[in-house]
């Protein structure tokens, strides 16, 4: 079971995945996945909310907070603690987790934060945490292990916020962790009846476009549904149990073939494996698609899409989506890099321009090391009438969100990668 989390992945994102209290939010250079708007999951963690803080939050709530402000200055110790009491008193559950538990040592405590500050709104985290119980399907996860994990969480809790931990503390952990696991139980049986945990997929082509870019399109070995701007988790057969967000860089296609666009980062696990050792006929496994950065094709304002790095992937994606409906919605694409070299698929993009009149793609390349996305769209504005969706790199994307908010686009119109700011970037 997890709890919402939002540690970094071994790939150098900031949300891959790797056993419980993983993420499925992403949003690193080589995988821009979680494509997802910030109203649809939850958002950025930077402190425990303090009880004080939200006014009219329930009794629960600022209790649970009250624990979180105690324990984040001892994070560490709370989380090897935690991991240490569960698989020395259910041994049976360590085969659910990846063998480098380092990466796992944070993600204990952000899944908290994040599900402290959103303890009171139901719907945005019931949703989140369906979609982390569907995803656990693919670890082996199953009701009967949620309650090992809220045992040994309550004593790690219970330990380490000993000056305000008292019975009605725990009652009240108690109380939330049974509510938010039952969610995540009763979402993976509802799963269950309509998909599998995991697809196997056969590498069927592999392009190295760039020294640490490579182009990998697979065939699952059953129908597998998504939408354009969704992303999904990849594992490879080297490295078991160590799941990483991509984006789909194509709209779905008639003959079931998924691309994604992947850049290996240093000591990255996964996305090295992918880069450099995938080859045409291995075979990898695919989790459930998803991520809500879709269009809406019913709407006919302008769409902005801004692409940073792989993060062009799912923007293609979109593209291609409005062009099979037939829309003549005007679909402006700002392709950002570092530098030329990295505009890998600038290409394919253009001839994309080429084909559709309604499209228009500007290539935004970093000028002495400073990124000029910001400036090119207040150059090019104003987008107020505009939906706009951001998929790349945390810092490019919360640089895109303010230069985006300062243009006159609404928050609420903005779709983006779900960026956190408590990302370790472990490799």
């Known amino acids: 079971?997890?709890?919402?989390?939002?540690?970094?992945?071994?790939?150098?994102?900031?949300?891959?995945?790797?056993?419980?209290?993983?993420?499925?939010?992403?949003?690193?250079?080589?995988?821009?996945?979680?494509?997802?708007?910030?109203?649809?999951l939850l958002g950025?963690?930077?402190?425990?909310?303090?009880?004080?803080?939200?006014?009219?939050?329930?009794?629960?709530?600022?209790?649970?907070?009250?624990?979180?402000?105690?324990?984040?200055?001892?994070?560490?110790?709370?989380?090897?603690?935690?991991?240490?009491?569960?698989?020395?008193?259910?041994?049976?559950?360590?085969?659910?987790?990846?063998p480098a538990m380092n990466v796992q040592r944070d993600r204990l405590l952000k899944a908290l934060l994040t599900a402290a500050e959103h303890i009171d709104d139901t719907p945005v985290l019931f949703e989140y945490l369906r979609n982390l119980g569907r995803g656990h399907r693919k670890y082996g996860t199953r009701a009967e292990h949620y309650p090992a994990v809220g045992e040994c969480l309550i004593g790690a809790l219970s330990r380490y916020a000993g000056a305000v931990w008292d019975d009605r503390t725990e009652e009240a952990w108690v109380r939330t962790?049974?509510?938010?696991?039952?969610?995540?139980?009763?979402?993976?049986?509802?799963d269950e009846l309509r998909a599998p945990a995991w697809w196997h997929a056969e590498v069927v082509s592999h392009e190295l476009r760039t020294r640490d870019v490579a182009i990998l399109t697979v065939r699952p070995d059953q129908p597998y549904a998504f939408r354009a701007g969704q992303y999904t988790s990849l594992e490879t057969p080297w490295?078991?149990?160590?799941?990483?967000?991509?984006?789909?860089?194509?709209?779905?296609?008639?003959?079931?073939?998924?691309?994604?666009?992947?850049?290996a980062v240093p000591a990255g696990w996964v996305s090295n494996a992918l880069v450099h050792r995938a080859r045409p006929g291995d075979v990898i496994r695919l989790g459930p698609a998803t991520g809500s950065m879709t269009?809406?094709?019913?709407?006919?304002?302008?769409?902005?899409?801004?692409?940073?790095?792989t993060g062009i992937a799912p923007v293609k994606a979109l593209v291609e989506e409005v062009a099979e409906h037939?829309?003549?919605?005007?679909?402006?694409?700002?392709?950002?890099?570092?530098?030329?070299?990295?505009?890998y698929d600038i290409d394919t993009m253009r001839g994309l321009q080429r084909s559709h009149p309604w499209l228009e793609v500007r290539p935004v390349v970093d000028r002495n090391g400073l990124p000029q996305l910001p400036d090119a769209l207040r150059t090019f504005g104003p987008w107020s009438d505009c939906d706009a969706c951001v998929a790349g790199p945390p810092g490019m994307i919360r640089s895109a969100v303010d230069a985006l908010s300062e243009a006159g686009v609404p928050r609420e119109r903005i779709r983006h990668d779900a960026v956190e700011e408590l990302v370790a970037t472990v490799g």
């Open 1 to 40: 079971m997890d709890v919402p989390a939002t540690g970094s992945a071994d790939d150098g994102t900031s949300g891959g995945e790797g056993g419980w209290f993983a993420s499925p939010k992403p949003a690193a250079e080589d995988e821009p996945q979680p494509t997802v708007s910030p109203g649809d």
């Open 44 to 98: 950025p963690v930077h402190r425990p909310v303090l009880a004080g803080e939200a006014h009219g939050a329930s009794p629960d709530a600022v209790l649970v907070r009250r624990t979180m402000a105690e324990v984040v200055p001892v994070a560490d110790e709370v989380t090897s603690y935690f991991y240490a009491m569960l698989f020395v008193r259910h041994p049976e559950l360590r085969a659910l987790f990846p």
């Open 177 to 190: 962790y049974i509510r938010l696991s039952q969610v995540m139980i009763d979402a993976a049986a509802a």
């Open 239 to 263: 490295w078991p149990l160590i799941w990483r967000h991509y984006s789909f860089a194509s709209a779905p296609r008639s003959d079931g073939l998924l691309t994604f666009h992947v850049k």
């Open 295 to 309: 269009v809406d094709h019913t709407r006919g304002s302008g769409l902005l899409c801004l692409g940073g790095g």
């Open 326 to 343: 037939g829309t003549r919605r005007s679909v402006e694409v700002f392709y950002g890099a570092r530098s030329d070299h990295d505009l």
